[in-house]
T-cell receptor
Framework: SQQGEEDPQALSIQEGENATMNCSYK?????LQWYRQNSGRGLVHLIL?????REKHSGRLRVTLDTSKKSSSLLITASRAADTASYFC???????????FGQGTELSVKP | GAVVSQHPSRVICKSGTSVKIECRSL??????MFWYRQFPKQSLMLMAT?????????EQGVEKDKFLINHASLTLSTLTVTSAHPEDSSFYIC??????????????FGPGTRLTVL
């Protein structure tokens, strides 16, 4: 069953602006991951943050994790039109590592 | 490295036929592969976890007799949709996890297979 909820469901911004997406989950996790999916394509892994980490950076991406609130955020700075895609968070449990995906945020970056 | 392929990328079939989808890890060994289904504008729903050499573990609500999974080698898992019906039309995505290392290694996703059942 899906346990992740993301907001907003859709986000439209201008190129150069920052985009922030949030993810909430319900159970204990080992790690939380963010993925990107271009329309009709497979998933691209962006970043993984472990349950004992609070913040992680990768290029223009910044991810935070608050295990007390069971939430995470993905910030994309200086967005580009090529960042237009759907973004999903996914949590891995402590049992077998299977991923449970959030509902996703559809990001549109207008040039 | 860490490339996962799926074949076919698109398939159209008649209602009542069976369709096989292959998932291959091209440059690494994967003891575990996962199969997801994604309906338009929706998220990925985990269908089953496939472990090499053993029976797949299906998620609640997924019919194991309808979605047959075989993981015969460390680089290949297959999903067969048996007696497909229009409601099975969906985007099917597999992922693979490295054989070495801990349980929580990153999963690498295939490009997906678009199934349309007429």
């Amino acid at each position: 069953s899906q346990q992740g909820e993301e907001d907003p469901q859709a986000l439209s911004i201008q190129e150069g602006e920052n985009a922030t997406m949030n993810c909430s989950y319900k159970t204990s996790i080992n790690n939380l991951q963010w993925y990107r999916q271009n329309s009709g394509r497979g998933l691209v892994h962006l970043i993984l943050i472990r349950s004992n980490e609070r913040e992680k950076h990768s290029g223009r991406l910044r991810v935070t994790l608050d295990t007390s609130k069971k939430s995470s955020s993905l910030l994309i700075t200086a967005s580009r039109a090529a960042d237009t895609a759907s973004y999903f968070c996914a949590t891995a449990d402590n049992q077998g590592g299977k991923l449970i995906f959030g509902q996703g945020t559809e990001l549109s970056v207008k040039p | 490295g860490a490339v996962v392929s799926q074949h076919p990328s698109r398939v159209i079939c008649k209602s009542g036929t069976s369709v096989k989808i292959e998932c291959r890890s091209l440059d690494f060994q994967a003891t575990t592969m996962f199969w997801y289904r994604q309906f338009p504008k929706q998220s990925l729903m985990l269908m089953a976890t496939s472990n090499e050499g053993s029976k797949a573990t299906y998620e609640q609500g997924v019919e194991k007799d309808k979605f047959l999974i075989n993981h015969a080698s460390l680089t290949l898992s297959t999903l067969t949709v048996t007696s497909a019906h229009p409601e099975d039309s969906s985007f099917y995505i597999c992922s693979a996890r490295w054989a070495s290392g801990g349980r929580y290694n990153e999963q690498f996703f295939g490009p997906g297979t678009r199934l349309t059942v007429l």
